[in-house]
């Protein structure tokens, strides 16, 4: 590995964060009751697979989970960036007065999650929105924060942070590009 990448968590470390990240969620909302899982695609969305095996775990009960991708959602994307494909949103159940658990792999300006919860309003009107996020970097553009945090991983601009995923889609490790 080059020096100018730092590995901030490697797996074991996920996995802790997102045990803990479940039996936060667990706690703050008593139980699995009206709880569903969002990840933002894509590392969000894988992230949320592994948050509600977690939750399956320790509370013996299903969450279901979904997916959503935020492509046309996104405030940055008129005309600066190559167009970009839109992928898949998996909402297979209503959120009609469900706790919605957004999902997402690194928490930055908060433009991302504006675009989730705008894409989530299409679908119906959860009762709440909370945000559960393995790493954030901070840097926010707008007044977002995050519920349930894996990590804080203080960065400059002109850092990266990036989850690894393997080709099973289980994440590997967080890396600090400088």
Do not use: W
């Given at each position: 590995?080059?020096?100018?990448?730092?590995?901030?968590?490697?797996?074991?470390?996920?996995?802790?964060?997102?045990?803990?990240?479940?039996?936060?969620?667990?706690?703050?909302?008593?139980?699995?009751?009206?709880?569903?899982?969002?990840?933002?695609?894509s590392g969000g969305a894988f992230l949320a697979d592994g948050i509600a095996q977690q939750i399956?775990?320790?509370?013996?009960?299903?969450?279901?989970?979904?997916?959503?991708?935020?492509?046309?959602?996104?405030?940055?994307?008129?005309?600066?960036?190559?167009?970009?494909?839109?992928?898949?949103?998996e909402i297979p159940f209503s959120l009609e007065g469900k706790k919605v658990i957004l999902v997402?792999?690194?928490?930055?300006?908060?433009?991302?999650?504006?675009?989730?919860?705008?894409?989530?309003?299409?679908?119906?009107?959860?009762?709440?929105?909370?945000?559960?996020?393995?790493?954030d970097r901070g840097h926010r553009e707008l007044p977002i924060r995050a519920d349930f945090v894996?990590?804080?991983?203080?960065?400059?601009?002109?850092?990266?942070?990036?989850?690894?995923?393997?080709?099973?889609?289980?994440?590997?490790?967080?890396?600090?590009?400088?």
């Amino acid at each position: 590995m080059s020096s100018d990448k730092t590995v901030l968590m490697d797996g074991a470390g996920i996995k802790r964060a997102l045990t803990r990240i479940a039996h936060e969620v667990l706690e703050r909302n008593k139980g699995v009751s009206d709880i569903v899982l969002i990840g933002i695609r894509s590392g969000g969305a894988f992230l949320a697979d592994g948050i509600a095996q977690q939750i399956s775990v320790i509370e013996g009960g299903e969450v279901p989970v979904g997916a959503v991708d935020i492509t046309l959602y996104r405030d940055d994307c008129s005309g600066q960036l190559p167009h970009q494909a839109v992928g898949k949103t998996e909402i297979p159940f209503s959120l009609e007065g469900k706790k919605v658990i957004l999902v997402d792999d690194v928490l930055y300006t908060g433009r991302t999650i504006r675009a989730a919860m705008d894409a989530l309003m299409d679908f119906g009107r959860p009762r709440c929105i909370q945000l559960a996020v393995l790493i954030d970097r901070g840097h926010r553009e707008l007044p977002i924060r995050a519920d349930f945090v894996g990590r804080n991983v203080p960065t400059s601009l002109k850092e990266n942070v990036q989850v690894i995923f393997d080709e099973t889609n289980q994440p590997l490790e967080v890396v600090l590009e400088k």
